[in-house]
């Protein structure tokens, strides 16, 4: 099903194209990234509802995000990398992460001066990644392949694998506030799950298959699903994708 989603999004066909920001924000976009979320993290044994001590909430965020990551780097052919469904689910979970975490993997995958990466509030970090680095990175590559007609790749994650659109800061947000959230409380937190799907920016059309559904229900297939809503999760054989 996400694969599925993810070959049906419009890509860019040149890297001139890729430097403008996209924030799809309708209703069945923002289901999609929910359900991925939510995917990732039942598929590394986050129980929605199920209250987590902070070392294991941390790690299953984590570990939902490098679940996400290698789906991104997965198939070239479909555009993985370049799906906004996806980017956003990334993001949000880098938001869940804290401040922390972001300050240690810019230290250890972009470098930044173990002096200074502990200034830098993950939101700083986010934006400055996301607003600076990356679109100067396209537009590099973009002029090149201009000039070429070969494309260098600078500054993507995998070789082949084109860089997503700008974008996508509500979703980084949006984990910031879950983490905020999960800090303030004095019991341990579920993990992040979304459990309301975020309203849109604007009216989309939608099916009447979808319209036939609980509010917020997520089929995951094999008898599997849970309520976006709510939280129910009914388990089945396990996830797919």
Same mark, same amino acid.
């Given at each position: ?10 890509? +860019? ?5 890729? @430097? ?10 923002? /289901?999609?990234?929910?359900? =991925? ?6 598929? =590394?044994?986050?129980?929605? %509802? ?9 790690? @299953?965020?984590?570990?939902? @995000?490098?679940? !996400? ?8 052919? !479909? ?15 880098? %938001? ?9 993997? =810019?230290? *250890? ?13 993950? *939101?700083? !970090?986010?934006?400055? /990644? ?14 090149? #392949? ?7 790749? =600078?500054?993507? %994650?995998?070789?082949? $694998? ?9 979703? $980084? ?11 303030? %409380? ?6 992040? $799950? !979304? @459990?309301?799907?975020?309203? +849109? ?27 976006? #809503? ?6 089945? $054989?396990?996830?797919?994708?």
């Amino acid at each position: 099903m996400i694969r599925g989603w993810v070959a049906a999004e419009p890509k +860019p066909t040149t890297e001139y194209e890729r @430097l403008a920001a996209v924030n799809p924000a309708d209703r069945v976009h923002n /289901y999609r990234v929910s359900y =991925v979320v939510n995917y990732a993290l039942l598929k =590394v044994g986050a129980v929605p %509802g199920h209250p987590c001590p902070p070392a294991r909430w941390q790690a @299953l965020t984590e570990k939902a @995000l490098w679940t !996400i990551t290698a789906l991104r780097q997965s198939d070239a052919k !479909i555009g993985t990398s370049e799906s906004l469904i996806l980017r956003d689910a990334q993001r949000y979970l880098y %938001g869940t992460l804290g401040d922390a975490w972001l300050q240690r993997h =810019v230290t *250890k995958k972009y470098h930044v001066p173990s002096e200074i990466a502990p200034l830098l509030p993950g *939101k700083v !970090i986010d934006r400055g /990644y996301e607003q600076v680095c990356k679109p100067a990175d396209v537009a590099y590559n973009a002029a090149v #392949e201009e000039l070429t007609g070969h494309n260098p790749g =600078v500054g993507r %994650g995998k070789p082949g $694998f084109a860089h997503s659109r700008s974008g996508g800061e509500a979703w $980084f947000d949006r984990g910031q506030a879950q983490r905020a959230a999960a800090d303030r %409380g004095r019991t341990p937190a579920p993990p992040p $799950f !979304i @459990l309301t799907v975020p309203e +849109p920016g604007r009216p989309s059309a939608e099916s009447a298959a979808q319209l036939a559904q609980p509010p917020g229900h997520v089929d995951l297939g094999h008898g599997e699903s849970v309520n976006l #809503e709510t939280g129910h999760y009914t388990p089945g $054989f396990g996830p797919k994708y």
